[in-house]
């Protein structure tokens, strides 16, 4: 028998299931192995100050989820997991084509985050009704003291809770565009902005970069050629190239913006990770600005939520027409979870652990690619690589299936002229930093023309 006693916080639960779960969070964290004996009953009741039937139902609870086993005479025991539920993390992987962020790994910060949703958890009826289709009052507070940490302090009447940056794209774009209509972009932009339009029949017309991003001058001749409704961009650790515009620059394009009178579509999608990234365009072009501050990067993806910024109150008024009839509302318990994150800090623990995590997963792609041509940034969650002469980006992506790697071809990102022999190589997700070097260094030898490879 072992000597356990769990650590009891007043996260608001009933305390049976407060020492199901910290069962549950033993295992995970292996204080508690297969087989182990849990203390009897009584004694952990003592040790607790709780009464018997407190903790009698707890080892129930955690009995009914599989963790532990009672036998009659011998005592209670961590339970071998069954073969259907070896790895519940494998069942929920993650789609490895998508630009993950590094999952969090601290048993602290995930306790936290763990707290959180059993604080969230106590007005779950409330939640399980249909809600305001841009975020109670509440939840558009939090918003804005969440986007004011990028310097956007907009009136709350243009801020809406939105259910996710592509649901967002796609409302604003049946507010701003018709079918057969245009829209400038990036030439190398993300995919799911190219597949909205698509839906849409809007045309992407790509603007060609220099080191910066986008040229004003490239901005005002596209103007002016092709008539466009609106600009997208992603200005903050660009997808895929990892690309920041600089301060500078961003101020020339908006004074291209305020002179022609284009919609902006902003995704911020990765701005809020650098601890220092340039004032968002909307910050430049207030009135013109449909600012999308996406969660999915800086918080988690599973929550499904955004935070956007109209550029006027009626701006906002259509957009919230626009998520009705689309989506009808973002997830009432995935808001509610987010604001009380930002309301007691964990929001922003979250997002230095990700800040952190992904700097040091960029240093590993540093050193195990070394020799080879990729951009990237220090808290990207990507590098953009150009493959060897004489290495095509389809035989590496066929040499690497199977391993915990994306890797996704230019093709997906290129809105005009031939694709480039270029792989996005996507760096977070679950995989930890170990298995990332091991991973990598498999990708090198992959890149190696048929020659070198032995």
Same mark, same amino acid.
């Given at each position: 028998?072992?000597?356990?006693?769990?650590?009891?916080?007043?996260?608001?639960?009933?305390?049976?299931?407060?020492?199901?779960?910290?069962?549950?969070?033993?295992?995970?964290?292996?204080l508690?192995?297969?087989?182990?004996?849990?203390?009897?009953?009584?004694?952990?009741a003592?040790?607790?100050?709780?009464?018997?039937?407190?903790?009698?139902?707890?080892? *129930?609870?955690?009995?009914?989820?599989?963790?532990?086993? #009672?036998?009659?005479?011998r005592?209670?025991?961590v339970?071998?997991?069954?073969?259907?539920?070896?790895?519940?993390?494998?069942?929920?992987?993650?789609?490895?084509?998508?630009?993950?962020?590094?999952?969090?790994? =601290?048993?602290?910060?995930? !306790?936290?985050?763990?707290?959180?949703?059993?604080?969230?958890?106590?007005?779950?009826?409330?939640?399980?009704?249909?809600?305001?289709?841009?975020?109670? &009052?509440?939840d558009?507070?939090?918003?804005?003291?969440?986007?004011?940490?990028?310097?956007?302090?907009?009136?709350?009447?243009?801020?809406?809770?939105?259910p996710?940056?592509?649901?967002?794209?796609?409302?604003?774009? #049946? %507010?701003?565009?018709?079918?057969?209509?245009? %829209?400038?972009?990036?030439?190398?932009?993300?995919?799911?902005?190219?597949?909205? *339009?698509?839906? @849409?029949?809007?045309?992407?017309?790509?603007?060609?970069?220099?080191?910066?991003?986008?040229?004003? /001058?490239?901005?005002? *001749?596209?103007?002016?050629? $092709?008539?466009?409704?609106?600009?997208?961009?992603?200005?903050?650790?660009?997808?895929?190239?990892?690309?920041?515009i600089?301060?500078?620059?961003?101020?020339?394009l908006?004074e291209?913006?305020?002179?022609?009178?284009?919609?902006?579509?902003?995704?911020?999608?990765y701005?809020? %990770?650098?601890?220092?990234?340039? *004032?968002?365009?909307?910050?430049?072009?207030? =009135?013109?600005?449909?600012?999308?501050?996406?969660?999915?990067?800086?918080l988690?993806?599973?929550?499904?939520?955004? @935070?956007?910024?109209?550029?006027?109150?009626?701006?906002?008024?259509?957009l919230?027409?626009?998520?009705?009839?689309?989506?009808?509302?973002?997830?009432?318990?995935?808001?509610?979870?987010?604001?009380?994150?930002?309301?007691?800090?964990?929001?922003?623990?979250?997002?230095? +652990?990700?800040?952190? /995590? #992904?700097?040091?997963?960029?240093?590993?792609?540093?050193?195990?690619?070394?020799? @080879?041509? @990729?951009?990237?940034?220090?808290?990207? +969650?990507?590098?953009?690589?150009?493959?060897?002469?004489?290495? !095509?980006?389809?035989?590496?992506?066929?040499?690497?299936? !199977?391993?915990?790697?994306?890797?996704?071809?230019?093709?997906?990102?290129?809105?005009?002229?031939p694709?480039?022999?270029?792989?996005?190589?996507?760096?977070?997700?679950?995989?930890?930093?170990? =298995?990332?070097? &091991?991973?990598?260094?498999?990708? $090198?030898?992959?890149?190696l023309? #048929?020659? +070198?490879?032995?």
């Amino acid at each position: 028998m072992i000597d356990w006693v769990p650590q009891l916080e007043d996260t608001g639960k009933p305390r049976y299931l407060a020492i199901a779960d910290a069962i549950s969070q033993g295992i995970q964290q292996g204080l508690l192995g297969i087989g182990d004996r849990l203390p009897p009953q009584r004694r952990l009741a003592a040790s607790l100050g709780l009464d018997f039937t407190t903790v009698s139902r707890a080892y *129930a609870e955690a009995q009914a989820r599989g963790l532990i086993a #009672s036998h009659v005479g011998r005592g209670t025991f961590v339970a071998p997991r069954p073969a259907a539920a070896e790895d519940p993390e494998r069942r929920r992987a993650g789609d490895l084509s998508m630009n993950l962020p590094p999952e969090p790994t =601290d048993p602290a910060l995930l !306790g936290r985050m763990q707290a959180g949703l059993g604080m969230v958890s106590a007005n779950l009826v409330e939640l399980l009704r249909y809600q305001s289709p841009v975020g109670a &009052e509440r939840d558009r507070i939090a918003a804005a003291n969440w986007l004011g940490q990028r310097g956007l302090t907009p009136a709350l009447e243009r801020i809406a809770v939105t259910p996710g940056a592509h649901a967002t794209m796609a409302a604003i774009l #049946s %507010i701003v565009t018709s079918p057969g209509d245009r %829209i400038l972009c990036e030439r190398l932009t993300y995919p799911g902005i190219r597949n909205i *339009a698509a839906r @849409f029949g809007v045309t992407l017309i790509g603007l060609e970069m220099d080191a910066q991003g986008i040229t004003p /001058e490239a901005l005002r *001749a596209a103007i002016a050629r $092709h008539q466009p409704k609106a600009l997208y961009l992603n200005p903050t650790l660009q997808n895929p190239t990892t690309l920041t515009i600089p301060a500078g620059r961003r101020q020339a394009l908006a004074e291209v913006l305020n002179d022609t009178g284009l919609t902006l579509i902003e995704d911020d999608a990765y701005g809020f %990770i650098p601890a220092k990234a340039p *004032a968002p365009l909307a910050q430049l072009a207030p =009135d013109l600005t449909w600012h999308i501050g996406g969660l999915a990067k800086c918080l988690g993806a599973g929550l499904r939520l955004a @935070f956007t910024v109209a550029p006027s109150p009626r701006g906002a008024i259509r957009l919230s027409q626009a998520i009705r009839a689309l989506s009808v509302m973002p997830s009432p318990l995935s808001t509610a979870l987010t604001t009380q994150w930002i309301e007691d800090g964990t929001a922003d623990a979250i997002r230095r +652990f990700i800040r952190l /995590e #992904s700097a040091a997963r960029q240093a590993i792609a540093h050193e195990t690619l070394e020799g @080879f041509s @990729f951009e990237a940034a220090e808290n990207a +969650f990507n590098t953009w690589l150009t493959l060897p002469e004489g290495v !095509g980006r389809a035989d590496v992506v066929v040499k690497m299936a !199977g391993r915990p790697l994306g890797l996704i071809p230019s093709d997906a990102f290129t809105v005009d002229g031939p694709p480039q022999e270029k792989l996005r190589v996507c760096l977070g997700g679950r995989i930890g930093r170990e =298995d990332l070097r &091991e991973t990598l260094l498999f990708l $090198h030898q992959a890149l190696l023309p #048929s020659e +070198f490879m032995g």
